[in-house]
């Protein structure tokens, strides 16, 4: 297994997450999508740190960190979400546009 | 790898996460009627740490956590102002807390996290430590933007804060991630290194260069990453778009000041059209929208974006003088954007109205806030004897040293154009006559502590204006350790001036 055969399943993910982000039109899908993007830097990170900077531990770490700021990025948006629902019975953001100009 | 660290200079974080907590725990003790008494805990607490501060780590320079960390008169500059901003957030927010929001004591709390965060932006030397800290901020900002509970704009701006916010973040941890590989460090300074090594630009580092700027240029509010900005200011809680145009751009330049001087100056090439690029945009396009809004947080809301693009002529012009001019440009926004704002909280708190023909007749019904409101807003078109003329001659001249001649003229004509809209909101205070009906001609009260914020920001545009050697001595100091003895590459530019 070569680096760039991890580097294009990464960039995938990611073109894949951005897809998601730019199309999707459901609140909980949009974070969904943002997620594959978090996971496919997650991938990269591993990835360098094993084929370009064997010993330390750099990306390990900021692996680490990226699933911890991750979990706390959704509870923080599906709190929020939550809310919007509440407010008007949907998670459509196309629905949210009461602000415009 | 040496890992003595001098935790004692973390102080002051230390102190303010304390004062965090400290005001979420005695939130549970004080009965609903005296939460006034968390506001005021809140402000001289921070108040009483920037006294602190000050002394305790005037001439220290030093770099915890093997770089991780850095502790120079650059972080303790961005440290006092991020406390400064918000004291001023907290008691600009006292009344409008008072009269329309729930759970103050989070409220408060929750400001001084995000205080905690724009300090440790301004003190990462290290990508993942900076991208922490922004998250911090972000998080913060997410949750303010929709303290309204009740109102169904507040509820839209942070789903959309927090949507646009959480898909810039992974492109910025995109990027972040590339530059590592391409680079085989995160540290800023070894990243330097790294790049007047490299000899040819591959493209991971290209690549990973453009996904940290649009991840940072959302964060900013550059065009074309500006979206959010208007939808989030205009449903935001009053005081709480005055903390996300003033703080979150002042914490994240501070970041992004070290990130590009410190770290990706030696790529100086593939950068510098990208964001003198960018800054061009932004001044244009944030001032010429900003002529057909007819909200005027929405207006401020363009307004601030503008002045994003005036800021990034610090970055792309890359000297000494740059990064004075930006910081000290950095230092009057806040006043005049905080002057401005304040200002427009009182009278939505008196009259629950915020669209620009509302304010007809505000002169007569209230002298001092169309003064205060007058004052900031002809510091931001960059008049003289105002704090806007002087930061924006020290940017602007910054820019047209570096060869970017053209860059400072599209400011200058934005400048000009931003003049047009202010001077319409001006005109409706001054010139229009109050509505007769619905109670138009009635005075607007304004309570004597929102006064004094309003009074001290607009007499603080006037001093930097007339008087800003005292600032300019510190941001000096700032630059110098930001640039260091040992950033050569920036240092040589600038003699040959």
Redesign the interface.
Known sequence: MELYHVELLSAAL?AI?VYG?LARRN?VM??MA?EL??N??TI??V??AAF??PGRL??Q??TV??IT?AA??VG??MA??L??YR??ATAN?DE????K? | MTMDVRFELLMPEFLVAGLAFLVFTLDFFIRPVRKDILAWVSAAGLAVIIAFTVPYLLNEHDSLFDGLYRVDSYALFFKVLSMGIGIAVILGSLHFVNQRLTHPGEYYAIIIVSVLAMMMMAASGELLTAYLSLELLSFCLYILSGFALQDRRSNEASVKYVLLGAFSSGLLLYGIVLLYGALGTTHFAEMATALEGAGSVEGRLLVGLALVVAGLGFKLAAVPFHMWAPDVYQGAPMPITAYIAVGSKAAAFALVLRLFYEGLAPAYDQWQMLIAGMAALTMIFGNVVAIVQTNVKRMLAYSSVGQVGFLLMGIAALSPLASNGLMVHLVGYSLTNFAVFFAITAFYNATGKDDIPDFAGLAGRSPFLAAAITIGLFSLAGLPFLAGFVTKFYLFSAAAAEDLLWLAGVAMFASLISLYYYLQLIRQMYIEKAPEDEGGSVAVATPAVLTAVIGAMALGVVLLGVYPDPVMAAIEDATASLLGTDNAWITLGAAGQ
């Open positions: 990611f997450g982000v609140a949009v974070l943002v993007m978090l496919a830097a990269n990170a990835a360098y370009l900077d750099v990306g770490v900021i960190f990226i700021v706390a990025e923080l948006a929020i979400i809310r919007l407010v008007r953001v949210a546009d009461e602000m100009g």
